[in-house]
C-alpha cells in the first residue's frame, strides 16, 4: 500500500512524507520480492534529495530476508512493544481512554494469536515430513515450507515434469506443486487444506502445453491456479493451533495422511 502524508506546522516547517507499506497476513517472501521494492523506493527517493529510507521487514518468525536493505522487525517484537505500552496505560488509567486500552490489549491479544498459530503449524508440518514423508508419500519432497504453507514437489507427476528454464511467479523450473496450507481462510474455518496448484511459468502457458489441454478453462492471467483442492476440518469450535496438545498431534497427522492421500487419488483418477 502506498501512503502520501503531508503535514505542515504553524512555524513553517513543511515535511512532505512517503510510505510504502505491505502487510499480508498469511503470505511470504516471492520472486524477489522485496529487492524489487528497495530498488524501487532508492531509485525513486535518492538520499541526495534528502531522503532517508528505513526498511522494515516484518515477520512472524524472524525470517531472514533475501536482500540486505532489510532490517527485521518480528511480530513478537511488536507484541512486546504493545505490551510496554499496555503496561505504561495501566499506571496512569485517568489518562487514556478505557476504550483505547481495550482496543490494544485485543490487537496484543490478536498478535499472540498469529504468532503461536503460525509457528505451531510449521512446526507440526517440519515434524510431519520428517516422521511420515519418505515412508508414506515417497513421490514427494519438499520445495518450500512457511509459517503457513508446505510445497511439495510430486515427482508421479512426469507429464509436468521441471523445464529447462525458470520463470513465473517464483522464478524457478518447477510447473506445479502439491499445497498443504493453513492460511488465513483455513485458519476462520479451523481447517487445513490439500491442493494440486500450478505455477505461472512459461512452459505452462504456452497454447500447446499439457497444463492447457488438461486444464483449458485456466485463463492466462494468474499467478497460481488451483486445479485440485481437498479440505478437511482440523478444529472443532474455539479450538487453535496453540491449543493442540501431543494427543492431538495424532489428529492433525491422521487428517494429513488423509487429505494427501485423498488429493492424490483424484490427481489419479
Known sequence: MCERKEIAYKFGLYISSRQYR???IGSSEHSNQIARYADFIEKTYKNEDGYTKVFIYLTPNGEIPSDSHWNILRYSD???ITDARLQYMKKFPSNFDSKIIELIRDYKDILSYVIISELNFQNRMKSFN???????????????IT???????DKSLTQFASSNTSGGYLNNTDLCYICVKSESEQQEKGSIEASLVFTNHPDNLASISTFRKAFPEAGEKFRWYTALRVEKQLFTENETFEMMSKETDEKFNSILKELITELKEEINL
Open 147 to 153: 509459517p503457513y504453507n508446505v510445497l511439495y514437489r
Open 130 to 144: 520428517s516422521e511420515f514423508l519418505e515412508k508414506d508419500f515417497p513421490d514427494l519432497e519438499v520445495a518450500k
Open 78 to 80: 511488536i507484541r512486546d
Open 22 to 24: 505491505q502487510n499480508k
